[in-house]
């Protein structure tokens, strides 16, 4: 496994505790569809969110969120209308999230979490 791979799952492992802590009920992990995938899809209450996670050791290419383009951005929405016809969930409110993961000196992470990022 490659040390970037190996960095991201450590970083959707971290994310899920994270959330886990915030009281989200997470109902999937890596839910794919075509060619794409969503990290996180959990309850935060009522509402169903998909979560981005993204997970960096430095910040030399730049903040992890702003790998979050407009284009992934879209490729995300469509995946999410999938899982939602799939499972025929069409009036559940939703929302879009980014988990923004640092990797620390300990070997952990610092975490940002944007809630409605997109």
């Known amino acids: 496994m490659s040390r970037a791979r190996e960095l991201g799952l450590s970083g959707e492992e971290a994310a899920e505790r994270f959330l886990r ?3 989200f009920d997470i109902i999937r992990r890596g839910f794919r569809f075509h060619r ?3 990290d996180i899809i959990a309850y935060d209450r009522q509402t169903l969110v998909f979560i981005e996670v ?7 290419c730049g903040l992890p969120e702003e790998a979050v383009t407009p284009a992934k951005q879209q ?3 469509k995946i999410a209308e999938a899982f939602l016809a799939v499972n025929h969930l069409e009036n559940v409110p939703c929302r879009f999230d980014i988990l923004s993961l640092l990797r620390e000196g300990d ?3 610092s975490v940002r979490h944007i809630c409605d990022a997109f």
């Open 36 to 38: 794409g995938e969503i």
């Open 21 to 23: 802590k915030k009281r």
């Open 54 to 60: 993204k997970t960096r050791r430095d910040l030399g």
């Open 107 to 109: 070997g952990g992470f």
């Open 75 to 77: 490729q995300i929405r």
